[in-house]
Nanobody, 122 residues
Framework: QVQLVESGGGLVQAGGSLRLSCSASTRTFSNYAMGWFRQGPGKEREFVAAISWNGDRIYYADFVRGRFTISRDNAKNTVYLQMNNLKPEDTAIYYC???????????????WGQGTQVTVSS
């Protein structure tokens, strides 16, 4: 069982930055690919970014490429999402997830955090 806890969300003005963190309570964190997803008001959960177990494969959704950066520190059991140049449409609850492969579908991930709210004001 893997427990994931996100942090770092908040309220920011358009053009600002936030850094999300996701801490995993497992001794086998480096066995898992990690992903970030988000769910905006009235929308389905959507893929944001994913990183393989050792960081050699990274994927981004088109709408965040060039603005967001995913990274991980296996020694700290933590995955990060650096978000720059935030836009009002980035407003959502952001979730981290763990799974066997760095894929883009919700169903590819086995474990999920509770989410952290990101609100971007115009």
């Amino acid at each position: 069982q893997v427990q994931l806890v996100e942090s770092g969300g908040g309220l920011v003005q358009a053009g600002g930055s936030l850094r999300l963190s996701c801490s995993a309570s497992t001794r086998t964190f480096s066995n898992y690919a990690m992903g970030w997803f988000r769910q905006g008001p009235g929308k389905e959960r959507e893929f944001v970014a994913a990183i393989s177990w050792n960081g050699d494969r990274i994927y981004y959704a088109d709408f965040v490429r060039g603005r967001f950066t995913i990274s991980r520190d296996n020694a700290k059991n933590t995955v990060y999402l650096q978000m720059n140049n935030l836009k009002p449409e980035d407003t959502a609850i952001y979730y981290c997830a763990a799974g066997p492969f760095s894929r883009v579908r919700v169903l590819d991930y086995d474990y999920w955090g509770q989410g952290t709210q990101v609100t971007v004001s115009s």
